[in-house]
């Protein structure tokens, strides 16, 4: 609460972690267990059991995050 608010499609890491990540099939890829920075963007690490994946975080893969469902929607394949 002591952040400022975030602008329209910024969001907090913090906001991201824990969030479920759906492709665009409905299918679940597992949920948001950490960000990495790679100065040019953030990658979302996706863990699910074993399985990881990282998608990057631009609007080229993102569809929508919604923080009040606690959701992403990603245009990602299982065979990525």
Do not use: K, M, Q
């Not at 499609?9 to 990540?21: R, S």
């Amino acid at each position: 609460s002591s952040f400022p608010t975030a602008g329209a499609d910024e969001y907090y890491w913090v906001d991201l972690i824990g969030c479920a990540v759906i492709n665009r099939e409905g299918i679940e890829l597992g949920s948001v267990a950490d960000l990495i920075d790679t100065g040019a963007h953030s990658v979302l690490r996706v863990a699910n059991g074993d399985d990881e994946r990282l998608i990057p975080f631009v609007a080229a893969y993102i569809d929508d995050v919604d923080l009040a469902r606690r959701r992403i929607t990603v245009d990602w394949g299982l065979d990525f």
